[in-house]
């Protein structure tokens, strides 16, 4: 597998120092009674917000380091960031506006008081072969106008770029049709996987899949199709490699029900696919590695929720201090991307039911089918919205895949958000002829 070259500009280390203003000015602020936050702008990116902890002018580095913001750019996208166009006097920058005040915007304008800025010119270096320290250390951000304690202010940073290469994989036809898997490069798209979809109308348990062995079959008759009305369940994909043995898959384990007398898919009470990976040479069984829920958000333009959670091997979520979570909302009429990026998954209690945000993570993590490895970026899938053919393409961190087989794990994710589209469609519409012609195979 060949991967397409990218870059990582992380941002991390973020802290602001202020000294206190003299007694002669009636500006003077202890730096801890003023919450302060930054917007991290790059051209053609979306703004990425922060918050910034305040230090003690007595410091000289801030006591942790926290994953700010990372983006992720190929080779166009840094060309179009490294081009000056006739309108431009100089070169694009990655700027750091800092506020203080209550984060927050009103009618598209930041309430804060912008407190300084800082920038950093994009130069042809970030696409280096080796990681690239852009900017480590203080930098004076404060106007040369401003009043009291705002003089003198200091923003500290660490600013890196790093090749984050990426494999670049699509499902060649809808995945219900059971479709090839190819990898994409350049012009040539290779197949690597193929894929087998199934229904089984008469499947009960919730966690049957799991006690199946990799050989064997659905052998329970066709169920009555009116039940399609009341529930959707059964559903089973198998990623298979080019030798034809499985290597992951995906089962519906909760089926996808109406809540009360809607006929949606709710939050409260939502779908549910195990995703699995196939056990060591020799072993005959599955291992289970995540959970996906689904449901349809609410509104008459409900957008597709899905949280992804990983479980231990024996199923079961909330192992060991707490599992890790992430939530998309996927746009239900025009698609959009699935993305799985460590450094904004968040800690769940097992004896809890709301997640807990942790404040000093560095997205350093490993998804346990390789070595652990720097946090960001791991996935990303884009989908299309209900009604339309989609082909998922799916972009995968070269870090996170040590083998083939652990690219098929992520491809069985992927196909189960884009099952999950029509898993959660409202159960007055009808479903594609895919699941029809997989149904009578």
């Given amino acids: 597998m060949e991967p397409r070259a990218f870059i990582r500009l992380s941002i991390e280390a973020l802290a602001l120092r202020m000294p206190v203003a003299s007694k002669a000015t009636r500006w003077g602020v202890h730096a801890s009674s003023s919450p302060c936050y930054c917007e991290i702008r790059l051209p053609n990116f979306p703004v990425h917000t922060a918050p910034i902890p305040l230090i003690s002018p007595a410091k000289s580095t801030p006591p942790f380091h926290v994953a700010a913001s990372n983006f992720y750019l190929d080779e166009p996208a840094l060309r179009k960031l490294l081009s000056i166009s006739c309108c431009q006097s100089s070169r694009q920058c990655l700027e750091i506006r800092v506020y203080t005040g209550k984060q927050g915007s009103s009618c598209g304008s930041t309430t804060g008081e912008l407190l300084g800025r800082f920038a950093l010119p994009v130069l042809m270096e970030w696409a280096g072969p080796m990681p690239y320290q852009l900017y480590n250390g203080w930098a004076c951000i404060g106007e040369p106008k401003a009043k009291g304690w705002r003089r003198g202010a200091e923003l500290h940073l660490i600013v890196k770029a790093e090749p984050d290469p990426r494999y670049i994989l699509e499902f060649d036809g809808e995945p219900e049709l059971s479709p090839q898997i190819v990898q994409i490069q350049g012009s040539i798209r290779q197949p690597i996987f193929s894929c087998k979809f199934t229904q089984d109308r008469c499947s009960r348990s919730r966690t049957g899949f799991l006690y199946f062995s990799l050989g064997s079959g659905w052998s329970c008759p066709h169920g009555d199709r009116d039940k399609e009305r009341k529930e959707r369940k059964g559903w089973l994909i198998i990623i298979h490699d080019l030798s034809g043995s499985?290597?992951?898959?995906?089962?519906?384990?909760?089926?996808?029900?109406?809540?009360?007398?809607?006929?949606?898919?709710?939050?409260s009470n939502p779908g549910a696919w195990l995703i699995l990976r196939s056990g060591p040479v020799g072993e005959d069984r599955w291992i289970p590695w995540c959970r996906l829920e689904a449901w349809r958000e609410r509104g008459s333009n409900g957008g597709l929720g899905c949280r992804f959670q990983l479980v231990g091997e024996s199923g079961t979520s909330g192992v060991g201090s707490g599992v890790l979570v992430s939530e998309t909302?996927?746009?239900?009429?025009?698609?959009?991307?699935?993305?799985?990026?460590?450094?904004?998954?968040?800690?769940?209690?097992?004896?809890?039911?709301?997640?807990?945000d942790s404040p000093r993570s560095s997205g350093d993590f490993s998804f346990s089918i390789g070595v652990p490895v720097v946090g960001g970026f791991a996935m990303s899938a884009s989908i299309q919205g209900e009604g339309k053919c989609s082909k998922p393409q799916v972009q995968l961190a070269m870090r996170h895949i040590s083998c083939i087989e652990d690219a098929a794990v992520f491809m069985a994710l992927a196909a189960a958000?884009?099952?999950?589209?029509?898993?959660c469609l409202p159960f007055s519409k009808k479903l594609g002829k895919g699941f029809t012609q997989a149904d009578s195979s």
């Fill in 417 to 423: 958000v884009d099952l999950s589209m029509d898993a």
């Fill in 246 to 267: 499985p290597v992951a898959a995906a089962s519906i384990v909760t089926p996808f029900v109406p809540t009360g007398s809607s006929d949606r898919v709710t939050r």
């Fill in 329 to 356: 909302v996927i746009n239900a009429r025009k698609g959009g991307t699935f993305l799985l990026d460590t450094s904004k998954f968040r800690t769940e209690s097992s004896l809890s039911a709301s997640p807990v």
